[in-house]
């Protein structure tokens, strides 16, 4: 049994032209756009993220540090002396050498000296570094002032970089209160 010619004919008709495949240039030029433009903006993010990064990691180095100056303060040695009426009490840090002098009948901290003066330069280690001093630790300007009347305690700031231009604001700060017990 043979098949006869009309059938063969209707194969053929049933063939479809054979379309090229692949993706035409505007299609690729179109994908490339939409790839650059999201890599771009990827690229973006990253360096606020870095940026980010490195200011949350200095954040918290100040934090330890500010810490590590309460817990300073609050083992410092005491002396009391004066009369009854006037008497003050003065303590010493024993790690930073913070001084400072309390009127105990106003309870109200008279000054606050530290090293040389009322600030320092400190690394993220807590110690005091000297002015052009070469440090790979993160460094901070730490400020001690008296907190307002009544209030034994100290106002200590610490600001980063502490090497800045002096009419220059810093670039970040950390403020803390931290109470004297008194004896």
Known sequence: ???SPRI???HSARRRPLLS???TLTEIALALAIFSFALVSMLGL???GMRNSRKANIQLAASNLLSGIASDVQSSVYVTSGSSTTATCAFESPRLAIKATVDTSTRTVKNVTISSGSFATLDESGSVTTAGSISLMKQFKAIFTPAAAGTPALCVT?????NRPPASSPEGSLNALIPLPLP
């Open 21 to 23: 495949a692949g993706f």
């Open 46 to 48: 990253l360096s606020v």
């Open 158 to 162: 610490l600001e980063w970089p502490p």
């Open 1 to 3: 049994m043979h098949s």
């Open 8 to 10: 063969l004919q209707s």
